[in-house]
């Protein structure tokens, strides 16, 4: 946001003390959608952010270059589907950097993501209670993934073509990317650029707004004994709490900046995130057995209760097979 900010000129710098204005601003905007609860603001602002999405990614599909991006969807699914179980299982051990590249990516993420899954899998079991588990597959898994892919088609796809075919503006002389501005940067290729950009700074507000509802919601529901509606101090308190680390952390960082320029600012929030995974990760594990347990269980339990309908209807047709032949008339076969 900061970068944002900073790229559309709105501000010179982004000083520590906005950062983390920022941060307060946000949890602020989280705290009272939290204490709303689910059907109220957590439910207008995830709707508000899908359909902010969805305009976002239609407007840079059709102003940016269409049958690029299309073709590059088809192709990346593709890549995604073969290189899926060779990258899963590459510890890279014949490269000499094969540690940092693995650190910095698909270990970094792997942890990154299980560090969110506590909160955000409680979060979606809440949600999605009494739809059946095709149902949550579907919705959970398979819609998301495709537009995941459709999301990274579109805007990756973007600045991709310009720095294929086009003049560039996103890579940098030396082969780098800054990770901050680089969606700002794709995004004024196009025609609107400040409205594009605008627009993706309120989804990135709302993105952690959500994000920050759905972990004092479950962190409120487990601080309550596993109270599926949690109350409101509750949901409060963890709010602030969230917003008052994540505030600490970052300027943690930005200080150690200071005196290392090459230092990672949010390095202490990621960093934190990640040593967290490791201990979850057991956790997942054990999870993953009980939820196989628990649908075999389920299964075999809707079985015999298929049995016994079966065997009490065979019963009963037997039993009116048996009325009626003895009360049919003289010559009935």
């Given at each position: 946001?900061?970068?944002?900010?900073?790229y559309l000129e709105v501000i010179d710098e982004p000083?520590?003390?906005?950062?983390?204005?920022?941060?307060?601003?946000?949890?602020?905007?989280?705290?009272?959608?939290?204490?709303?609860?689910?059907?109220?603001?957590?439910?207008?602002?995830?709707?508000?952010?899908?359909?902010?999405?969805?305009?976002?990614?239609?407007?840079?599909?059709?102003?940016?270059?269409?049958?690029?991006?299309?073709?590059?969807?088809?192709?990346?699914?593709?890549?995604?589907?073969?290189?899926?179980?060779?990258?899963?299982?590459?510890?890279?051990?014949?490269?000499?950097?094969?540690?940092?590249?693995?650190?910095?990516?698909?270990?970094?993420?792997?942890?990154?993501?299980?560090?969110?899954?506590?909160?955000?899998?409680?979060?979606?079991?809440?949600?999605?209670?009494?739809?059946?588990?095709?149902?949550?597959?579907?919705?959970?898994?398979?819609?998301?993934?495709?537009?995941?892919?459709?999301?990274?088609?579109?805007?990756?796809?973007?600045?991709?073509?310009?720095?294929?075919?086009?003049?560039?503006?996103?890579?940098?002389?030396?082969?780098?990317?800054?990770?901050?501005?680089?969606?700002?940067?794709?995004?004024?290729?196009?025609?609107?650029?400040?409205?594009?950009?605008?627009?993706?700074?309120?989804?990135?507000?709302?993105?952690?707004?959500?994000?920050?509802?759905?972990?004092?919601?479950?962190?409120?529901?487990?601080?309550?004994?596993?109270?599926?509606?949690?109350?409101?101090?509750?949901?409060?308190?963890?709010?602030?709490?969230?917003?008052?680390?994540?505030?600490?952390?970052?300027?943690?960082?930005?200080?150690?900046?200071?005196?290392?320029?090459?230092?990672?600012?949010?390095?202490?929030?990621?960093?934190?995130?990640i040593l967290l995974a490791l201990p979850f990760g057991?956790?997942?594990?054990?999870?993953?057995?009980?939820?196989?347990?628990?649908?075999?269980?389920?299964?075999?339990?809707?079985?015999?209760?298929?049995?016994?309908?079966?065997?009490?209807?065979?019963?009963?047709?037997?039993?009116?097979?048996?009325?009626?032949?003895?009360?049919?008339?003289?010559?009935?076969?």
């Open positions: 946001m900061g970068a944002g900010l900073t000083t520590t003390w906005l950062l983390i204005a920022l941060v307060i601003g946000i949890s602020a905007i989280a705290l009272i959608s939290v204490v709303t609860g689910v059907d109220k603001g957590i439910k207008w602002l995830s709707n508000i952010n899908m359909v902010a999405a969805v305009v976002l990614v239609c407007v840079v599909l059709v102003a940016g270059p269409t049958v690029f991006i299309l073709s590059d969807f088809v192709t990346q699914i593709g890549s995604y589907i073969q290189n899926f179980f060779e990258m899963s299982f590459n510890a890279r051990p014949f490269q000499a950097d094969g540690k940092e590249w693995l650190g910095g990516w698909t270990t970094f993420y792997w942890g990154w993501w299980m560090s969110w899954a506590p909160f955000v899998g409680v979060f979606i079991a809440r949600i999605s209670r009494g739809r059946t588990v095709r149902e949550f597959i579907v919705g959970v898994l398979l819609v998301p993934t495709t537009v995941t892919f459709l999301w990274f088609s579109v805007l990756g796809g973007t600045a991709l073509h310009a720095e294929i075919f086009g003049d560039g503006g996103v890579v940098a002389a030396d082969g780098s990317v800054d990770t901050d501005t680089a969606l700002f940067q794709a995004l004024d290729l196009l025609p609107a650029a400040a409205v594009l950009s605008g627009l993706a700074i309120f989804l990135v507000v709302i993105f952690f707004v959500t994000s920050s509802d759905s972990g004092s919601f479950v962190v409120g529901m487990l601080a309550s004994g596993g109270d599926p509606n949690p109350p409101a101090w509750s949901r409060a308190f963890w709010a602030f709490m969230q917003g008052a680390v994540a505030a600490v952390l970052l300027y943690v960082g930005l200080e150690a900046q200071k005196t290392d320029p090459d230092a990672n600012p949010l390095g202490a929030l990621q960093t934190m995130a057991f956790v997942m594990l054990g999870l993953a057995v009980a939820t196989g347990k628990a649908l075999l269980a389920e299964n075999r339990l809707r079985v015999r209760r298929e049995r016994r309908w079966l065997a009490e209807a065979v019963a009963a047709e037997v039993a009116d097979g048996k009325g009626e032949e003895r009360t049919a008339p003289a010559g009935r076969d």
